[in-house]
């Protein structure tokens, strides 16, 4: 990634309002910015989850959706969802799809760094294998959307904010081809 990565700050109505380097955006008083996240989904259905590297500076160790991202001012977002991808996972996606135009949360990490993200959701499907970015991601997983169901149910802790807010949204939406239930 460049040096001085840029995040789009939003208003209260999610209108873009400015930018600010990426490093300075999160902490305790983070301003509403613009972000995404995205879920790979293989042949088989399964979700791809990964495991947020211990270098990260909100939610180390946790597991989380496959990957986000923020776009750069004038970025399209599905080149950032592309882009993102890559730098992640070493990997490209195909068929990246809005699912959740509209999420939006604040949530703040046990060490008081806030996120305060609109942050539109996308699937895609993965191409080819996994290089991980080790800086981004420690570990990853394929898992049934009915395994993370029961997962989430059972260790909420283990996951990221964000990854408990979105995935029941995404059930309801049909979003993961299951119908209506995990």
């Known amino acids: 990634m460049n ?4 995040v789009v700050l939003l208003d209260d109505a999610g209108r873009p309002i400015g930018e600010t380097p990426k490093e300075a955006v999160h902490t305790q008083e ?3 910015h613009l972000a995404f996240s995205c879920y790979l989904l293989n042949d088989l259905g399964e ?3 990964t495991r ?5 500076k909100t939610w180390p160790g946790v597991w989380t959706n496959s990957f986000c991202g923020h776009p750069a001012p004038g970025e399209d977002a599905e080149d950032a969802v592309l882009r993102r991808a890559h730098y992640e996972l070493g990997v490209d996606v195909r ?3 809005l699912v ?3 999420f939006r949360y604040r949530a703040v990490d046990p060490s008081g760094i ?3 993200e609109l942050c ?5 499907r993965v191409l080819g294998s996994l290089r991980p970015n080790p800086l981004e991601v420690s570990d990853y997983a394929w898992m049934s959307p009915g395994l993370l169901a029961e997962a989430l149910e059972r260790t909420p802790d283990a996951f990221s904010p964000w990854l408990a807010l979105q995935f029941p949204q995404l059930v309801e939406a049909q979003a993961l081809g299951l119908g209506a239930r995990a």
């Open 3 to 6: 040096a001085t990565e840029m």
């Open 30 to 32: 983070t301003p509403l």
């Open 47 to 49: 979700l791809l989850l």
């Open 52 to 56: 947020r590297s211990p270098e990260k």
């Open 95 to 97: 068929r990246v799809e």
């Open 100 to 102: 959740l135009p509209d």
């Open 114 to 116: 806030v996120e305060n």
């Open 120 to 124: 539109p959701v996308y699937v895609a």
